[in-house]
């Protein structure tokens, strides 16, 4: 939907190694949004992007860091990961110019071990 | 803050049966939209339904519509005539920024997982 790829969709790794997932837009939304979905939480945001290099955190920020140097791409990155973290993420966009409602990607499953 | 809250952790309805899911909310908001989301074994999120606090007529999309209650803060879903292809789970949503364009942070409820019984 509106042309979002996350990758990769499954992701296996051990605790302390660095996870970087991507989102891809090809609709040239100016937000982007990284959610995380759990058990009895719902889906939090951890960070979200109002812009190229524009970037602030969301509700569940800690341990996680993004970047966004092209409109298309925004990055999540676990510097060191922990089981905690262990989760399926949701990349989002938005347009901000009508009232269209966010579009999401299909997730990424992550497990750490 | 804004707070979601759906309470019904898991509901269950007969196949061609009604079934309504609740959810409330706070926000310090006057105007603002709220959604219902659908998360289908598939794990997409699919918008269902979404509502403008100021229209007071209540949103409905084919088999959905919400009971919206302003006052009360509350924001429920009816599913008419389910079927086998709603079974999901159901998130209730509110976004930040009110009702203006722009950034909208999204405040989801902890969901509802409705099954449909043949």
């Known amino acids: 939907d509106a042309g979002i790829t996350q990758s990769p969709r499954h992701k296996v790794t051990e605790t302390g190694t660095p996870v970087t997932l991507r989102c891809h837009q090809t609709?040239?939304?100016?937000?982007m949004y990284w959610y995380r979905q759990d058990p009895g939480h719902g889906l939090r945001l951890i960070h979200y992007s109002y812009g190229v290099k524009d970037t602030d955190k969301g509700e569940v920020s800690d341990g996680y860091s993004v970047s966004r140097s092209k409109t298309e791409d925004f990055l999540l990155t676990l510097e060191s990961a922990t089981s905690s973290q262990t989760s399926v993420y949701f990349c989002a966009t938005l347009d901000g110019n009508s009232n269209q409602p966010q579009h999401f990607g299909d997730g990424t499953r992550l497990s750490i071990l | 803050a804004q707070t979601v809250t759906q309470s019904q952790p898991e509901m269950s309805v007969q196949e061609a049966e009604t079934v309504t899911l609740s959810c409330t909310y706070d926000t310090s908001e006057s105007d603002y939209y709220l959604f219902w989301y659908k998360q289908p074994p598939s794990r997409q999120m699919i918008l269902v339904i979404r509502q403008e606090a100021y229209k007071q007529q209540n949103a409905t999309e084919n088999r959905f519509s919400v009971n919206f209650q302003k006052a009360a803060k509350s924001f429920s879903l009816k599913i008419s005539d389910s079927q086998l292809g709603d079974a999901a789970m159901y998130f209730c949503?509110?976004?930040?920024?009110?009702?203006?364009?722009?950034?909208?942070?999204?405040?989801f409820g902890t969901g509802t997982r409705l099954t449909i019984i043949p």
């Open positions: 949503a509110l976004p930040s920024g009110g009702s203006n364009f722009g950034n909208e942070k999204l405040t």
């Open positions: 609709e040239n939304h100016r937000y």
